[in-house]
């Protein structure tokens, strides 16, 4: 798929002042990497995302991360690095603790994690030994592969044991999460996942967990701006440690954070980030994750996670209005899984993420609980309103939005009407430029 290419379509865009002279820079200082980021920018400018794991960024939090801070090694704590020069590092990462403590009403930050993935690796290693037993939702039924996906660490190194989703009602089911704890007795409990659209009963985890003497972990790597705002329940005081990223609801950086609220559990954490499991900190990700923070308790922030939420309910509606099938009926929170099978029995995700990508809106499919094709075919997708809420687009939007999705895949794909949608796209897209 062609953009209005280039460095003319970077102008066209709406790109702010800083990104237009970062472009402008690096076309005299190295133009294939100038001409290939001026050709994303317009990609996101021109399309609509509905990756329900993105999002993006504000001008401010974008540009702290091309700062002289990515100069800087910084191994150690605030007070305690192995390097020198550290003072105004030190400045900064107290800040992103600070406001992220703030923003999660919690005692405890290590905001150091690279990613989501590598916070779950710290948070492992601090609460199990091991070969110890984790319980935790599977990939398939929308947990994540960092808990214990088999050829990854959180899968290699620890015992682990599965939860499911009631087979009918598609949802979380405690009591049965329960019966499970009891018979297999884990260290740690994880609730928080990447394909699950209802509200999560932390409150009822702890009990399960404190029924059998595990930890319980939350992962809130989804929905931690919901979290943040209140329009999700909060995990504390319920989890003894909560992972998350900054970059998916929250609007940050590509970044990980570990919270808590026990002094004990929270020196195991930090040795577990570092030394334990990363080097060097990425500083100047971490400045960018205080921008974000900061940001975060604005006012405007919590209406932000409102509308994201009201977005997600209305897409959802309109969906199965035109004879989509929601997995669970529908979302609380961000995002929603659609099944496609009651709309057109043949249609398959990897099709409409594919046929959806050529005329100008970007989703992933994703299979849905027991799906019976492929993890690479899928019977499913998943949209999520995060993205497209940050531009601007409201509830009375998400028709329009729907009757898109559906023309293209009630075409299956026609390159024709994919070109059209494409176009009628692209003219809306640019009432809602990217933030700058
Ligand atoms: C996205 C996600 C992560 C991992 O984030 P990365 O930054 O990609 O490592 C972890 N847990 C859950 C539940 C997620 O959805």
Wanted: proline content about 5%; glycine content about 8%; overall charge neutral.
């Amino acid at each position: 798929m062609d953009f209005e290419s280039s460095s003319d379509s970077a102008q066209s865009t709406e790109l702010d002042h800083l990104s237009l002279s970062l472009i402008a820079m690096l076309t005299s200082a190295d133009p294939d990497v100038a001409r290939i980021i001026a050709d994303e920018a317009a990609r996101q400018s021109q399309t609509l995302e509905l990756i329900a794991s993105e999002n993006h960024v504000s001008a401010a939090v974008m540009h702290t991360m091309g700062s002289w801070l990515t100069n800087k090694y910084a191994e150690g704590y605030p007070g305690k690095r192995y390097y020198g020069g550290c003072q105004y590092h030190d400045q900064i990462e107290n800040l992103a603790i600070d406001r992220a403590k703030k923003l999660f009403s919690c005692q405890f930050a290590n905001v150091q994690p690279h990613c989501g993935a590598n916070a779950n690796i710290a948070a492992f290693m601090a609460l199990m030994n091991p070969g110890d037993t984790v319980l935790s939702l599977p990939i398939k039924s929308g947990g994540h592969l960092s808990h214990g996906l088999k050829p990854n660490f959180s899968g290699t190194f620890y015992k682990v044991v599965d939860y499911g989703l009631d087979p009918v009602t598609e949802r979380l089911d405690y009591d049965e999460i329960e019966k499970i704890a009891i018979a297999s007795n884990p260290k740690v409990i994880i609730c928080g996942y990447s394909a699950y659209s209802r509200a999560i009963d932390f409150a009822r985890f702890r009990a399960i967990a404190d029924k059998v003497g595990a930890y319980l972990m939350a992962d809130i790597a989804h929905i931690a701006g919901l979290c943040a705002t209140g329009v999700h329940s909060s995990p504390f005081p319920h989890a003894h440690v909560v992972t998350t990223t900054t970059h998916k609801t929250l609007r940050g950086p590509r970044g990980g954070m570990i919270l808590c609220n026990d002094a004990e559990i929270a020196v195991k954490l930090d040795r577990k980030v570092f030394p334990g499991s990363q080097g060097g900190p990425l500083m100047h990700v971490i400045a960018s994750k205080a921008v974000a923070f900061g940001e975060a308790l604005e006012p405007s922030f919590a209406l932000y996670c409102e509308r994201v939420v009201r977005n997600a309910r209305e897409l959802a509606a309109q969906l199965t209005n035109r004879g989509y099938r929601l997995c669970t009926g529908g979302t609380d929170n961000h995002l929603m899984l659609v099944d496609l099978r009651p709309r057109d029995s043949e249609l398959t995700g990897a099709d409409a993420e594919k046929w959806l990508e050529t005329a100008g809106i970007i989703c992933n499919k994703n299979g849905i609980p027991n799906d019976p094709r492929p993890p690479m075919v899928t019977s499913g997708l998943r949209l999520g309103t995060p993205a497209i809420t940050t531009r601007g687009l409201r509830e009375v939007h998400m028709p329009q939005l729907a009757q898109w999705l559906d023309t293209v895949m009630g075409s299956k794909g026609d390159a024709s009407v994919c070109r059209t949608v494409r176009g009628e796209i692209r003219t809306f897209c640019r009432q809602f430029p990217l933030p700058h």
